[in-house]
């Protein structure tokens, strides 16, 4: 819930203003400006904004994050690969939280979620080091029960599940897939964590995920910078956000 918004918390909407930037970068202009987004998405019911720092800065960039930090009234979810250079940037911009996602340089977009067993030590070194910041920390993940408890092991408090999976499938696959969401937010919840989840949702496959009751956020950008071409930005932020409250309030 934000200042904004004070009727919540019903779920909350991070707005993940990555491909505003895609497509001021497509022409090297200074226009759309993502700063901008972010701050008409907050007037429109955006509980936080979320911005993705790739290695290879192909949306946001530095710049972007420097500028919009003193700037949010709600708060800053900066997702970051689990590097030495992405962890020393986070604890100087000091955001009020960090999702920590794997990154490949030649993916299309993330694929799969951070293996949180494997790269345990490294994991659980970069948590340390925000958290001494102050910063809370998230783990993407994919809804897989030993990646679950390996993020509570490393002290990470806060889960976003990859939903990249649900969204990609159809008919009784995609059934699967989101009944492995929610057995995921239920190890969340059971390991004492804020659960989370985002990738891929848009406007008619987002009610599925939000019906989950405890599922805190969800973060969405593709659909919403891909809707507000027809829509308008604010538009489209105030309807992703009515259909997860309406849906929330209809599950409940
Ligand atoms: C981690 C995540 O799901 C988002 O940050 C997403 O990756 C942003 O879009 P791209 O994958 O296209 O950079
Ligand atoms: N962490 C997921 C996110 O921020 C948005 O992903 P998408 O909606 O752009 O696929």
Known sequence: MSFLNPVGPVIDLGVNIDHVATLRNARGTVY??????ALLAEQAGADC???????DRRHIKDADVLALAPQLATRMNLEAA????MIDFACRVKPADV???????TEVTTEGGLDVVRYHKEVEAAVKQLQAEGIRVSLFIDADEAQIAAAA?????????????YAD???AAQIAELERVKAGVRWGVQHGLKVNAGHGLHYTNVQAIAAIPDIAELNIGHAIVAHSIFA???????EMKAIMVATRLGAK
């Open 32 to 37: 759309p400006d993502p700063i901008r987004a």
């Open 49 to 55: 904004i979320t911005l993705h720092l790739r290695e």
């Open 82 to 85: 689990v590097t030495q250079e």
């Open 99 to 105: 999702c920590l996602v794997p990154e490949k340089r």
């Open 153 to 165: 092991a490393v002290g990470a408090p806060v889960i976003e599940l990859h939903t990249g999976a």
């Open 169 to 171: 499938a159809e008919g």
């Open 232 to 238: 308008g930005w604010e538009n489209a932020v105030r």
